[in-house]
């Protein structure tokens, strides 16, 4: 929802009526899936992901904006090392946990999650720089979310809320219809 209201302000693109049909109702399956008790409530987790998600919004259309006028592989180079780069710099001695990272097992693991995550973003960068409207992209990217509880009832056994989960992905899946 953040990246069609920057989307619209920034970069003036818009959704017709049938695709902000379809991100509202690929957004409601989202919180279906995710909804844990009938009474609402914002904990400290929750308060930060919604900072993030404000955050992830308007870093979309940003990133859209700039791909006009840049390449996407020297951008999204820059956009993973500088914050890394940063961080190093604002906190110097976390920088000693690194040792942890580099055993065997470890890094192994770190290095499939960056290439299972560098596939991602490069395909998502490529959808942002190729596609018309950020907005309907990243509607669409939000079927993430649905793939992730699909996979954590198959692989982690998350069983809890299973008719609820189950809800939450077959709408976000019917509504990517209507957004594309």
């Not at 991602?120 to 669409?140: D, H, P, V, W």
Request: glycine letters at 6%; one cysteine or more; a positive charge.
């Amino acid at each position: 929802m953040f990246t069609i209201l920057a989307s619209t302000l920034i970069l003036n693109e818009g959704l017709g009526i049938k695709q902000l049909a379809g991100a509202l109702l690929i957004f409601s399956g989202a919180i279906i899936v995710n909804i844990q008790s009938k009474k609402f409530s914002l904990k400290k987790g929750g308060l930060f992901a919604l900072i993030a998600a404000m955050f992830f919004g308007f870093a979309t259309s940003n990133d859209k904006f700039l791909l006009n006028s840049f390449q996407i592989y020297p951008y999204l180079s820059i956009a993973f090392i500088a914050p890394a780069i940063l961080m190093g710099i604002i906190y110097p001695k976390k920088l000693r946990h690194i040792k942890s990272f580099l055993q065997k097992t470890v890094l192994i693991k770190i290095v499939l999650l960056c290439i299972v995550y560098g596939i991602s973003e490069i395909a998502f960068y490529l959808a942002l720089k190729t596609g018309n409207n950020s907005s309907q992209i990243a509607s669409i990217n939000l079927t993430g979310v649905i793939v992730t509880v699909l996979l954590a009832i198959i692989f982690l056994k998350e069983r809890t809320h299973l008719v609820q989960k189950l809800l939450g992905a077959v709408v976000a899946f019917i509504e990517l219809f209507l957004i594309s």
